[in-house]
Nanobody, 118 residues
Framework: VQLQASGGGLVQAGGSLRLSCAASGSTFSSYSMAWYRQAPGKQREWVATIGSDGDTSYKDPVKGRFTISRDNAKNTVYLQMTSLKPEDTAVYYC?????????????WGQGTLVTVSS
């Protein structure tokens, strides 16, 4: 699976952005998809997940502000971000994973930079 993230940019605090992650391959719908982010000088952290069944989960600080969704027909996962805060500034990465008999198999896309100005 190859993942291509896009949609990052510079936005003022309180603004919105939508990130997209396009995946290659015909088995996209079988994968759980997630977004992670890495702020300058910090470790990469999980942000949100959407399962193959459509169930979603979010990191507490983004609950109510971010929405993860997927379009299996387009092999794409989205992260709609609203009410952005300066602390949301980070490189955002998409992740695809699937359980296998040998353990979970993860794929990562390149990051897309989100900068929120105060």
């Amino acid at each position: 699976v190859q993942l291509q993230a896009s949609g990052g940019g510079l936005v003022q605090a309180g603004g919105s952005l939508r990130l997209s992650c396009a995946a290659s391959g015909s088995t996209f719908s079988s994968y759980s998809m997630a977004w992670y982010r890495q702020a300058p000088g910090k470790q990469r952290e999980w942000v949100a997940t959407i399962g193959s069944d459509g169930d979603t989960s979010y990191k507490d600080p983004v609950k109510g502000r971010f929405t993860i969704s997927r379009d299996n027909a387009k092999n794409t996962v989205y992260l709609q971000m609203t009410s952005l805060k300066p602390e949301d500034t980070a490189v955002y990465y998409c992740n695809a994973w699937i359980a296998t008999m040998r353990g979970p198999l993860h794929y990562w896309g390149q990051g897309t930079l989100v900068t929120v100005s105060s």
